[in-house]
């Protein structure tokens, strides 16, 4: 006979332009599609939605006289929006005319390592950020009558800050620095992980097809 009946469906269900199972081949294409796009879109709406909560940051920081550290803050957080873009553009580098189980797993590979680079990332922008968030509150308008009344009553200054409470401030940054990646990892299950459940679901149904 040749190839056993097994072999052959299994050849059908690895190659994508095989005549073998085409059914179970356009079930799993349709599904890696489903996969990606749903995912393209959530990204976007995470791309925008960091645009725009930093506009709103911005003008806030205006209004409350601190413009220099909104300034600060928007263009980190626009910085992050053009890397999640350029990202997601590398995505749809990914070869296409691959087998569905294959390009799932260039998926796949292409997610965890955006997850590492965006954690090293991270690793700046949060401390920037904390820091910059306090220092543009300590000194915007709207605190004016609390820092007179803490330099009346307390002799543990410099600079103007509190010593103490910047010290904390300063901790908590350095903090996030060093666990940007596991807080980014939180961050990204908690976004997308019913889709990285699906993919994970999909990749093992399919590799158990496999065997």
């Given at each position: 006979?040749?190839?056993s009946?097994?072999?052959?469906?299994k050849q059908?269900?690895?190659?994508?332009d095989?005549?073998?199972a085409p059914?179970?081949?356009?079930i799993?294409s349709?599904k890696?599609?489903?996969?990606i796009?749903k995912?393209?879109?959530?990204f976007?709406?995470?791309?925008w939605?960091?645009?725009?909560?930093?506009s709103l940051?911005?003008i806030?920081a205006?209004?409350?006289?601190a413009?220099?550290?909104?300034?600060?803050?928007l263009?980190m957080?626009l910085?992050?929006?053009?890397?999640?873009y350029h990202?997601?553009k590398?995505?749809e580098?990914?070869?296409?005319?691959?087998n569905?189980?294959?390009?799932?797993?260039?998926f796949?590979d292409?997610?965890?390592?955006s997850i590492?680079?965006y954690?090293?990332?991270?690793r700046?922008?949060y401390?920037?950020l904390?820091l910059?968030?306090?220092?543009g509150?300590?000194?915007?308008?709207?605190?004016?009558n609390?820092?007179?009344?803490?330099?009346?009553?307390?002799n543990?200054?410099?600079?103007?800050l509190?010593?103490?409470?910047t010290?904390?401030?300063?901790?908590a940054?350095?903090?996030?620095g060093?666990?940007s990646k596991e807080?980014?990892?939180?961050d990204?299950?908690t976004i997308?992980?019913?889709?990285l459940?699906?993919l994970?679901?999909?990749?093992?149904?399919?590799?158990e097809?496999?065997?």
């Amino acid at each position: 006979m040749g190839k056993s009946i097994e072999a052959i469906w299994k050849q059908g269900f690895l190659h994508s332009d095989a005549l073998i199972a085409p059914k179970i081949n356009d079930i799993y294409s349709k599904k890696s599609i489903h996969l990606i796009d749903k995912f393209e879109k959530m990204f976007l709406v995470n791309i925008w939605g960091i645009i725009i909560g930093s506009s709103l940051l911005f003008i806030g920081a205006y209004l409350a006289g601190a413009t220099l550290a909104g300034s600060i803050i928007l263009l980190m957080f626009l910085y992050v929006a053009y890397t999640a873009y350029h990202e997601m553009k590398t995505l749809e580098k990914i070869d296409k005319g691959q087998n569905s189980y294959a390009f799932l797993k260039s998926f796949k590979d292409w997610i965890y390592r955006s997850i590492e680079r965006y954690g090293n990332m991270y690793r700046i922008v949060y401390p920037v950020l904390i820091l910059t968030f306090y220092f543009g509150i300590w000194f915007s308008d709207v605190f004016v009558n609390i820092r007179e009344l803490v330099v009346e009553q307390s002799n543990d200054l410099i600079f103007g800050l509190h010593i103490y409470t910047t010290a904390v401030v300063i901790i908590a940054a350095v903090i996030m620095g060093v666990f940007s990646k596991e807080i980014h990892r939180r961050d990204v299950k908690t976004i997308y992980g019913g889709i990285l459940n699906k993919l994970d679901l999909t990749l093992a149904e399919m590799e158990e097809l496999k065997e």
